[in-house]
């Protein structure tokens, strides 16, 4: 699969290439604009899409081979929903990571060492989680990234590198920031589109046809749906025989 720096080498090779054959030769202006959006259109699709490791290298899914899947939760922790989700999790005897947004985890303090307690994992959502977070520079994003890794290793006491970028949106001042502060990517292979949808009947199907070893599956504890999806969606994998385990027993005890 192409990365960002090849895809970038080759557009300006071909601009090259293209520009000197012009000396000699007639050549149609659009090819030039053709070769710029084919560039755009790969660059766009890969900040939007990370298991295309295009900007930065991003786990998606664990193995396959024991039947385990690993149930993630973006943007709490919220005082609301996710007591109802710890409920619903310690009744079914599942553990699952949340990716939280540093500000709320801040205020949210003991609701977070609740989650740990419950042998459950933390990990990194960054700080602001702003709409502009995409356009925020290497310092910005790398600030951010620091401040909410101290957060998760003071409550989790222990150090959890695993970040999960907002809008699961990533660009070369991401790439560069998760140089700097060596985090763990964590993206997801099944997608419930829970906070879209209004239906969480449309969602639990969704979710339960994609369901297979080795999956991570993106939740979000930030709204009113999320105990009822939740808990057809365990309901499902314990009748299935799914082991709901944590991302990292996910990727290194299977
Ligand atoms: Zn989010």
Redesign the pocket.
């Given at each position: 699969m192409l990365n960002h720096r090849a895809t970038s080498f080759l557009a300006i090779l071909v601009l090259l290439v293209l520009a000197i054959a012009h000396q000699f030769v007639p050549l149609w202006m659009g090819w030039y604009l053709l070769v710029a959006l084919l560039w755009l259109g790969i660059t766009v699709y890969g900040s939007f899409t990370l298991r295309s490791n295009y900007f930065l290298t991003a786990v998606t899914q664990g193995p396959s081979t024991a039947k385990k899947v690993a149930i993630t939760f973006?943007?709490g922790p919220n005082s609301t929903y996710t007591p109802q989700v710890l409920q619903l999790l310690a009744q079914y005897n599942a553990k699952a990571t949340f990716f939280c947004i540093g500000k709320r985890l801040e205020s949210q303090i003991d609701l977070a060492k609740q989650m740990v307690a419950a042998g459950h994992e933390l990990g990194n959502?960054s700080y602001s989680?702003s709409w502009f977070f995409d356009f925020f520079g290497k310092k910005r994003v790398t600030n951010e990234l620091k401040r909410t890794n101290a957060l998760v290793s003071e409550v989790s006491k222990q150090s959890n590198d695993l970040f999960r970028p907002?809008?699961g949106v990533t660009n070369p001042a991401i790439a560069k920031a998760i140089s700097e502060t060596n985090n763990t990517v964590v993206g997801w292979n099944v997608r419930s589109f829970d906070t879209v949808s209004k239906d969480p009947k449309a969602v639990i199907n969704r979710l339960t046809k994609k369901v297979q070893p080795g999956a991570i599956i993106l939740l979000h504890d930030s709204h009113d749906r999320i105990q009822s999806i939740l808990e057809h969606l365990l309901l499902f994998l314990q009748q299935q025989g799914y082991e709901m385990v944590t991302v990292n027993e996910l990727l290194y005890d299977s």
């Open positions: 973006d943007d959502h989680h907002p809008y």
